[in-house]
């Protein structure tokens, strides 16, 4: 039972360029969840998603997109990859919206 | 406005002292619920403990205890004989039942409380 996992772990890209992360759940909730996490910011919500299929927007959606084809991945693209975006991102995911959440190890990304 | 205030960013004890992380919150929903999250160097976070409006009983989990106050707003975190394994940054979140499809409680966190306990 691995519980959340994020893949890549590390990622280095250049302005412009495009990527998606992908997080798998293991745990059949219904429930998910992408934040960013900033020095001194703390965390916070780009997307998340109620159910396989949708997904509704967070606090700081603008430049991600997201998708839920099934209901154990959630994937977050950026299109066109800017220095704003380098942060470390988290998903999580939880069983009901009001429930712990279970988060994943981290993606730390940065954009040059 | 933010609606979790962690109003201390860095804590520094020395071990086997007593630490309180101070959470105020601002809500308009009589049904909310409050978390404490910690993310320890290694990064990952982890749960610590979930609150819903209507339980003001204080919680204690051996050398943790929180203390929820609902005419103050606060969701206070204790943590007695601190150690040097506590060393991590901690998160207050407040779950509301926004507008939002099917009226989903989603999260707010705060912007943590560093604490670093020496030995």
């Known amino acids: 039972n691995a519980g959340v996992t994020q893949t890549p772990k590390f990622r280095v890209l250049k302005t412009g360029q495009s990527m998606t992360l992908l997080c798998a759940q293991d745990m059949n909730h219904e429930y998910m969840y992408w934040y960013r996490q900033d020095p001194g910011m703390g965390l916070r919500l780009i997307h998340y998603?109620?159910?396989?299929?949708?997904?509704a927007k967070g606090e700081v959606p603008d430049g991600y997109n997201v998708s839920r084809l099934k209901k154990q991945n959630f994937l977050l693209g950026l299109e066109s990859a800017a220095p704003s975006q380098t942060s470390v991102y988290f998903c999580?995911?939880?069983?009901?919206?009001?429930?712990?959440?279970?988060f994943g190890p981290g993606t730390r990304l940065t954009v040059l | 406005a933010q609606k979790v205030t962690q109003a201390q960013t860095e804590i520094s004890v020395v071990e086997k002292e007593d630490v309180t992380l101070d959470c105020v919150y601002e809500t308009r929903d009589t049904t909310y619920y409050l978390f404490w999250y910690k993310q320890p160097p290694s990064g990952e976070l982890v749960f610590l403990i979930r609150?819903?409006?209507?339980?003001?009983q204080n919680e204690i989990s051996g050398r943790y205890s929180w203390n929820f106050q609902k005419s103050t707003s606060s969701f206070n975190f204790t943590i007695t004989a601190s150690q040097v394994v506590d060393s991590a940054v901690y998160f207050c979140?407040?779950?509301?039942?926004?507008?939002?499809?099917?009226?989903?409680?989603?999260?707010?966190f705060g912007r943590g409380t560093s604490l670093i306990v020496h030995p």
């Open positions: 999580a995911s939880s069983d009901r919206d009001w429930d712990t959440q279970y």
């Open positions: 979140a407040l779950s509301e039942a926004l507008p939002r499809p099917g009226g989903s409680y989603i999260p707010t």
């Open positions: 609150r819903n409006s209507f339980d003001e």
């Open positions: 998603s109620v159910g396989e299929g949708t997904t």
